[in-house]
Nanobody, 119 residues
Framework: QVQLVESGGGLAQPGGSLRLSCAAS????????MGWYRQAPGKERELVAT???????NYAASATGRFTISRGGAGKTVYLQMNSLKVEDTATYYC?????????????WGRGTQVTVSS
């Protein structure tokens, strides 16, 4: 079983920065794609960015040029560096990981960390 624990959310001013971290724990699986999604009040959950085990990244248009996703911790930790934050970045950010084990492919989610951008 995979557990994802996020950290690093909080309050930032417009134009500021935050760095999110997500660490995966557990055993008996292979980590594949990791990433971040977000959900604002009254809106659907949306992709922010993903990164493969080989380092290939994919960003939402809203994140391109401002956010950087990376992996560490032997591939079981994913980071999201968020710069030039905007009020519209306010949301709950969820860590995502696709893993494989004997049973096949699994999608895993963290509990979320709140990011609030406000002056």
């Amino acid at each position: 079983q995979v557990q994802l624990v996020e950290s690093g959310g909080g309050l930032a001013q417009p134009g500021g920065s935050l760095r999110l971290s997500c660490a995966a724990s557990g055993s008996g699986f292979t980590m594949n794609v990791m990433g971040w999604y977000r959900q604002a009040p009254g809106k659907e959950r949306e992709l922010v960015a993903t990164v493969t085990g080989g380092g290939r990244t994919n960003y939402a248009a809203s994140a391109t040029g401002r956010f950087t996703i990376s992996r560490g911790g032997a591939g079981k930790t994913v980071y999201l560096q968020m710069n030039s934050l905007k009020v519209e970045d306010t949301a709950t950010y969820y860590c995502y990981a696709m893993t494989t084990n004997r049973g096949g492919r699994n999608e895993n989610w963290g509990r979320g960390t709140q990011v609030t951008v406000s002056s």
